[in-house]
């Protein structure tokens, strides 16, 4: 078995962001710019956008967290996105999810201009990965994808199961595996028998947040499996929605739980809002 390692991988695309910063800036000028919108006080959304500064920080990304309280109303936020959009230091604007119950997501991610959508999770863009056109494709999938590529594993003609479908990760995952040629289930909590899917499959994704969902005997020998799952198990550290340590003995190659698919995510936001900004960039030019 071989770990994927995505720590590594996502340092050495920083590095590759952090020179292209500076070609960008030595060429017209412009530094990317990334916008977060968080709302509330959930520790773990805090911690992720805290996370995401620290990294636009360290690749020399101008960045800015529009924080606003629980109670906040809809108008209030689309009034911020929409500045965002008209704001020229900003290239990539990302809102924070989950939102407080008595928000409307989903008109808040369509209020974000395409071009400065860099989570991907516009309808434009998803309309644009479906159809297998460029644009903005969702961070977590991208990493993956990205990740297999640099461990030379093809997914072409190879049955691909993914567990999850949810629009962030499950759904795009499904749709970036089609349009590289693999052949895709989706399998989600109405599913009949998961196991009857997972043990046929020679590449199992598995974004759902269930630990040990997915169990040694629910896996062929020699598939490669991606966890996509973040969990927090009860003695406090972070695990995944497969039982590592059993399945990473049948398997060919896993994603550890933490430093697998976590940091390509980050590396991914990174890459995105530097294709923005480049893209921008050439539009005012
Ligand atoms: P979600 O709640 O929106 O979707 C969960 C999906 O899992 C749904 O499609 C549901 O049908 C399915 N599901 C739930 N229980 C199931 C079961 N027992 N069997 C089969 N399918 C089941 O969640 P999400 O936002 O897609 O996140 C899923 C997991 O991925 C979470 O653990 C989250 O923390 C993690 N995540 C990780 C990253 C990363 O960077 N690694 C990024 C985003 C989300």
Not at 44 to 72: L, Q, W
Not at 162 to 170: F, H, P, Y
Not at 187 to 197: A, P, Q, R, S
């Amino acid at each position: 078995m071989q770990l994927l390692d995505g720590k590594k991988l996502s340092q050495k695309l920083e590095l590759q962001v952090t020179n292209d910063v500076k070609t960008l800036k030595d060429k017209c000028g412009c530094t990317p710019g990334l916008a977060v919108v968080l709302v509330g006080q959930d520790p773990a959304s805090a911690a992720y956008v805290n996370m995401k500064k620290k990294a636009c920080d360290r690749v020399g990304f101008y960045s800015i967290t529009h924080d606003m309280p629980e109670n906040i109303s809809q108008e209030a936020i689309e009034k911020t996105i929409k500045m965002l959009n008209n704001d020229t230091n900003v290239d990539g604007i990302l809102i924070q999810l989950p939102l407080p119950a008595h928000i409307d997501e989903t008109k808040l991610l369509e209020l974000v201009a395409p071009e400065k959508d860099v989570d991907g999770f516009h309808p434009f863009n998803v309309g644009r990965l479906t159809t297998g056109l460029d644009g903005f494709v969702p961070c977590t999938p991208l990493g993956v994808m990205k990740l297999l590529a640099e461990y030379d594993i093809d997914v072409k003609g190879k049955n691909c199961v993914v567990v999850g479908a949810s629009n962030i990760v499950g759904k795009p995952m499904a749709s970036l595996l089609l349009n590289a040629d693999a052949t895709v289930e989706i399998c989600h909590i109405f599913t009949d028998d998961l196991k009857k899917h997972t043990l046929a499959a020679d590449m199992i994704f598995v974004g759902v947040g269930v630990i040990n969902l997915i169990k040694e005997d629910m896996v062929k020998d020699g598939a490669v499996i991606v966890d996509i799952g973040i969990n927090r198990a009860d003695n406090g550290k972070l695990v995944g929605d497969v039982d590592f340590k059993a399945v990473s003995e049948k398997c060919s190659y896993i994603t550890p739980v933490p430093g697998g698919v976590g940091p390509m995510t980050i590396a991914m936001l990174l890459a995105n809002t530097l294709k923005a900004a480049k893209l921008n960039a050439q539009e005012r030019a």
